[in-house]
């Protein structure tokens, strides 16, 4: 990347530079985007990701009132920057823990370029209409698409707060352990009053 600043020394990000760098350089790029996170531009990146899915399987009849589609995709973008929002709130809550805060913003914009593997995601869906070949690739391509995607993440999560990978490990398991915890106090908590009101 090209070491281009302003009069304030604030970086000056060439997007499709930076795009490039993420999918291929992430811990160089992750590190310059710590510097001046480009907020703006993960909230688009955000949207954009957002209504690709709907936007692959919209059906189209001619029936069908165009100002739908506006509607669904409309939809997906904030349901999806809500969920990006709320999801990197609640790992900046779980960092926390281990006292390494106070890096939303950080996590906010590197969690949001983390998603750029899915870009090709159009591409690979169109290929499961091409046979049962095709259709076997399709996955194939889409689990290494799933897999990138979250490798790239938990690289966000370790770059923003700066903590192992161990430490990230951690992070992510806290919420499935927790979870499995409440689930069985929830089914004993219920099994003891049943118990309790058994005549």
């Avoid at 604030?10 to 992750?30: A, S, W």
């Avoid at 939809?75 to 890096?103: D, M, P, Q």
């Avoid at 095709?134 to 966000?156: M, P, R």
């Amino acid at each position: 990347m090209n070491d281009i600043y302003t009069n304030t020394n604030e970086r000056k990000y060439d997007f499709f530079e930076t795009v490039y760098g993420v999918l291929f350089y992430p811990g160089k790029t992750f590190d310059e985007l710590k510097e001046n996170p480009p907020i703006m531009q993960a909230l688009v990146i955000v949207a954009v990701i957002s209504i690709l899915n709907p936007l692959i399987n919209f059906s189209f009849p001619a029936s069908q009132n165009p100002g739908w589609l506006i509607f669904i995709l409309f939809s997906a973008g904030i349901s999806g920057i809500v969920k990006w929002f709320f999801f990197a709130a609640f790992v900046e809550a779980l960092a926390c823990i281990f006292k390494k805060g106070s890096k939303f913003k950080n996590f906010l914009t590197l969690s949001a370029f983390a998603l750029l593997p899915w870009i090709f995601i159009g591409p690979v869906s169109l290929l499961k209409t091409g046979g049962i070949f095709a259709g076997f690739t399709a996955i194939l391509f889409g689990l290494v698409i799933w897999i990138w995607t979250t490798v790239l993440t938990v690289f966000a999560a370790m770059k923003s707060y700066e903590i192992s990978s161990g430490r990230v490990l951690l992070l992510i398991a806290i919420p499935f352990i927790g979870g499995i915890i409440f689930f069985n106090w929830i089914i004993g908590f219920f099994e003891t009053l049943v118990q309790i009101l058994k005549v």
